[in-house]
């Protein structure tokens, strides 16, 4: 690593909520350790909120706000995101509903560009789940080199889409909204605060596509596996965990439960 992170244990309260990535830091090896669950209940106990902020889609994000501890799931790298409302969820769109139909014949018109030069390419698996972007599988099923997957996102990008690669996909849509967007409204609309004061939470990821929430976040946390992304992150994150994925993320709750 070029630039040296703190460690976790120079990591300093108050915390009052934890938004955590899915993908390589919620999880390990592609599934949910039954100890990376208990941990969230834990801090859930302990009057934690928790707010899951990932890229896949609103069809995942629906199901996870609805079975675990999460006061809110924001998916689609912000563009739905879940809140709980009494028994029932909410939805808001970090985009315009009306607009939706426009801008999905324009991402899907651009999706078959890139899939027509970049021999391999191909929609992700999860892309029929999804109500605002779309998803492009570079590591997931599909394999990609990271030149071809950013070939993609350069492609995209040229399309007026906003594009990112995380460590499966390369997820592209509307250029309204991203992650930290999508988090500071559900700090407006669940945790009832400033969503310009964002010193009390901590954010935890993996990848690219988390580089918005490492500038955002004073206390933004990076597992060990954000290494393999240290060179091409524009901004980082302002500490490291020992430990890789579920198992930093479990590092990251008992240091919160410390403080």
């Given at each position: 690593m070029a630039e040296q992170p703190r460690k976790l244990t120079d990591l300093s309260g108050p915390v009052t909520a934890l938004f955590s990535d899915l993908d390589?830091?919620?999880?390990?090896?592609?599934?949910?350790?039954?100890?990376?669950?208990?941990?969230?209940?834990?801090?859930?106990?302990?009057?934690?909120?928790?707010?899951?902020?990932?890229?896949?889609?609103?069809?995942?994000g629906q199901a996870i706000a609805s079975v675990c501890p999460m006061a809110a799931v924001v998916s689609e790298n912000g563009g739905v995101t879940f809140i709980r409302d009494g028994h029932k969820l909410k939805k808001l769109y970090g985009v315009a509903p009306a607009s939706l139909p426009e801008w999905r014949r324009k991402m899907r018109a651009a999706a078959g560009d890139v899939m027509t030069e970049i021999a391999g390419a191909r929609m992700s698996s999860d892309s029929k789940y999804r109500e605002v972007d779309l998803a492009i599988d570079w590591n997931e099923e599909a394999h990609l080199s990271r030149?071809?997957?950013?070939?993609?996102?350069?492609?995209?990008?040229?399309?007026?889409?906003?594009?990112?690669?995380?460590?499966?996909?390369v997820n592209f849509g509307p250029p309204e909204f991203d992650k930290l967007t999508a988090c500071r409204r559900?700090?407006?609309?669940?945790?009832?605060?400033?969503?310009?004061?964002?010193?009390?939470?901590?954010?935890?990821?993996?990848?690219?596509?988390?580089?918005?929430?490492?500038?955002?976040?004073?206390?933004?946390?990076?597992?060990?596996?954000?290494?393999?992304?240290w060179d091409e992150l524009s901004s980082r994150p302002k500490f490291v965990t020992d430990s890789e994925e579920g198992a930093g993320l479990r590092e990251v709750v008992a240091r919160i439960l410390e403080l």
């Open positions: 390589g830091t919620l999880t390990s090896d592609g599934r949910v350790e039954a100890e990376t669950y208990l941990a969230l209940e834990r801090l859930g106990s302990a009057g934690i909120p928790v707010i899951l902020v990932t890229g896949r889609p609103a069809g995942w030149a071809e997957a950013d070939r993609a996102v350069e492609m995209l990008c040229e399309r007026g889409f906003t594009a990112t690669r995380s460590s499966v996909h559900v700090i407006e609309v669940v945790l009832g605060a400033n969503a310009d004061e964002l010193d009390s939470y901590v954010y935890v990821g993996d990848s690219l596509n988390d580089a918005p929430m490492f500038a955002g976040f004073p206390k933004s946390v990076g597992v060990a596996n954000i290494a393999r992304y």
